[in-house]
């Protein structure tokens, strides 16, 4: 292995990990008794991502290139509802479990793209996604068998980021990164004011640190993902970002106070964390 493939898997790992320690600052500010709002949150996101990215473009002299505006936008909708959604989840739920379930997005794509593409049709990678969804369902509904209809959001955030994911893939077959993130926070920025216009509202001082690193962590995070995939191929980088799901199951206890999860729960993490290493490395080979 070069010293550029083991850089990319580092830069494609150290994106799992700021995505998964940005929900945790969340959960910190509830802890120390802050009320902020998901929405806030996801407003900060964007409009933080967005002023990045107009930097970033400024100082390289880049300009934005639109080929096809029906595919940014698609990506855009998809994260913003998948960004929200998440957000959500750890605010009503876990920290652990709403990475978990977030990471449900591969399932996802493997179902939608036997409905929508039919040349991409797999029966094996069917089965291996229903077997999935049984992991799915001791996370949702572990020994006491009481579901909570919370947990529905960090689900739903799963199911948006596999359209934003099939979005963004055909984006970048004609789209630049910056172009993408341009569309992507900017239009994510414009949604969440109007959607939640009257949650809006300036920061209190002790707020304002969660909302910059939750941001700053979530971009550094998406900025690492964009470079690691550079140097490291599909199935590399598919198995390295599925590690959230390990990492959100032995670090919550420890740093977002999380409970333990059960004997069903990490049986269910393993469950989803094997399908995506299957399905990344079918696709591969495929």
């Given at each position: 292995m070069d010293i550029k493939t083991i850089m990319g898997c580092l830069a494609v790992f150290g994106s799992a990990f700021c995505f998964y320690i940005a929900t945790v600052i969340i959960k910190w500010s509830s802890m120390a008794g802050l009320e902020i709002e998901s929405s806030l949150f996801t407003f900060a996101r964007f409009s933080v991502g967005f002023a990045t990215v107009i930097l970033v473009m400024g100082i390289g002299g880049q300009k934005i290139k639109i080929v096809k505006k029906r595919l940014l936008i698609g990506r855009a909708l998809g994260n913003c509802l998948a960004v929200y959604c998440f957000f959500k989840g750890v605010e009503l739920t876990s920290v652990a479990q709403a990475n978990i379930l977030n990471m449900t997005y591969p399932l996802f794509i493997a179902i939608f793209s036997w409905i929508f593409f039919k040349r991409q049709r797999d029966p094996v990678a069917i089965l291996?996604?229903?077997?999935?969804?049984?992991?799915?369902?001791?996370?949702?509904?572990?020994?006491?068998?009481?579901?909570?209809?919370?947990?529905?959001?960090?689900?739903?955030?799963?199911?948006?980021?596999?359209?934003?994911?099939?979005?963004?893939?055909?984006?970048?077959?004609?789209?630049?990164?910056?172009?993408?993130?341009?569309?992507?926070?900017?239009?994510?920025?414009?949604?969440?004011?109007?959607?939640?216009?009257?949650?809006?509202?300036?920061?209190?001082?002790?707020?304002?640190?969660?909302?910059?690193?939750?941001?700053?962590?979530?971009?550094?995070?998406?900025?690492?993902?964009?470079?690691?995939?550079?140097?490291?191929?599909?199935?590399?980088?598919?198995?390295?970002?599925?590690?959230?799901i390990l990492l959100a199951a032995m670090l919550g206890p420890f740093i977002?106070?999380?409970?333990?999860?059960?004997?069903?729960?990490?049986?269910?993490?393993?469950?989803?964390?094997?399908?995506?290493?299957?399905?990344?490395?079918?696709?591969?080979?495929g």
């Open positions: 291996i996604v229903l077997t999935a969804f049984a992991g799915v369902w001791l996370i949702l509904a572990p020994s006491r068998m009481a579901f909570d209809y919370n947990s529905l959001w960090a689900l739903g955030s799963g199911i948006s980021a596999a359209v934003a994911i099939m979005y963004l893939n055909l984006s970048r077959q004609v789209h630049d990164t910056n172009t993408t993130l341009f569309f992507m926070f900017g239009v994510g920025t414009v949604i969440i004011f109007c959607l939640f216009y009257d949650q809006m509202r300036i920061p209190l001082v002790e707020e304002l640190s969660y909302l910059f690193w939750c941001s700053a962590i979530a971009i550094a995070g998406q900025y690492l993902l964009t470079i690691g995939f550079k140097y490291v191929t599909a199935i590399e980088g598919g198995i390295i970002s599925s590690t959230r977002a106070m999380d409970s333990s999860l059960s004997l069903s729960g990490w049986i269910g993490a393993f469950l989803i964390f094997a399908a995506n290493v299957y399905l990344a490395t079918r696709k591969a080979k």
